[in-house]
């Protein structure tokens, strides 16, 4: 009997201590987190496709940006990725905010009103940067197992498309907005389909900054890829004008082999420029680029 009351009372008192704390880092540092977060608001949409992957709830998302079908069911009265409307975060007192990429630079303001980290994903090692991200949102919301399964799948995608890309030919990687276009070559914003998918870059030593590198038609021609991967930014951000399959409508292009041999692909601009970094994304992503390998 005594032994009993004892361990009822052991139990209760574990039960009113807070749970042992995660102490987190991110991209702007670290920070604990005593408790699973049960208010989430999240201003960077790999992040939230991420905690969709994960079936975490999300209280509030941005605004202002054009989303994928998969995340159109969240709320967005939190402000932009840009602005973040801090009255209402505030209002909605939350436990967690997650920041990264465009909203990265708001982390300091954001982290005066609620815990704040920031999954900005690095350029280099992106596909470990997105698994980290991974495993640090398992951890903090006890969903490890699904993380796990989500990069185990990531996983086996790059696989099967390194053993198509090894021997698809010279690729180049384009980005138009505006009536004007760059490439994106290594070591770039979507370096990663050179550095951790297989492919080969059809030119080497282009700028690496965040806007890459401005290119010609002539570029194009002169450079004359196997395969011709096309971003089209405006189609991302919803922005009216010259779709990108007009702009290349030319005929120096035309002259490429990748227009003669029917490999030019436009990706799906969301999954490339808006959620890159979010798992389903560039699952969705690599899915497209195995399908154009394969010719379907």
Request: proline share 5%; no cysteine.
């Amino acid at each position: 009997m005594f032994h009993n009351i004892v361990l009822a009372g052991l139990m209760a008192l574990a039960a009113a201590l807070p749970a042992t704390a995660e102490t987190i880092r991110h991209a702007q540092g670290e920070i604990e987190i005593p408790d699973v977060p049960q208010q989430v608001l999240v201003y960077d949409l790999a992040s939230l496709d991420n905690l969709d992957a994960l079936g975490v709830p999300v209280a509030g998302a941005p605004g202002g940006l054009a989303m994928p079908g998969h995340l159109q069911g969240y709320a967005a009265a939190i402000g932009t990725v840009f602005e973040p409307d801090m009255e209402a975060v505030a209002a909605m007192a939350p436990d967690l905010i997650v920041v990264g990429g465009r909203s990265g630079p708001k982390h300091a303001d954001l982290s005066r009103i609620a815990p704040t980290i920031d999954l900005t994903l690095p350029r280099q090692d992106y596909i470990a940067g997105l698994r980290d991200n991974l495993i640090t949102l398992g951890r903090i919301f006890g969903r490890e197992d699904a993380a796990a399964e989500q990069i185990a799948a990531l996983d086996a995608d790059i696989a099967a498309l390194n053993a198509q890309a090894a021997d698809a030919g010279r690729v180049l990687v384009v980005l138009t907005t505006g009536g004007r276009m760059s490439t994106h070559g290594p070591g770039s914003r979507f370096g990663v389909m050179f550095d951790e998918m297989g492919f080969t870059p059809a030119v080497t030593g282009t700028d690496t900054g965040t806007h890459g590198q401005a290119i010609s038609h002539e570029f194009i021609m002169e450079t004359n890829p196997d395969w011709l991967f096309v971003v089209d930014r405006d189609a991302a951000i919803g922005r009216e004008g010259q779709s990108a399959q007009q702009f290349l409508d030319n005929p120096l292009v035309r002259s490429t082999t990748a227009w003669e041999r029917g490999q030019v692909v436009y990706l799906d601009p969301m999954a490339w420029y808006l959620v890159g970094g979010g798992v389903q994304a560039l699952r969705t992503g690599i899915a497209q680029l195995g399908a154009a390998l394969a010719g379907d």
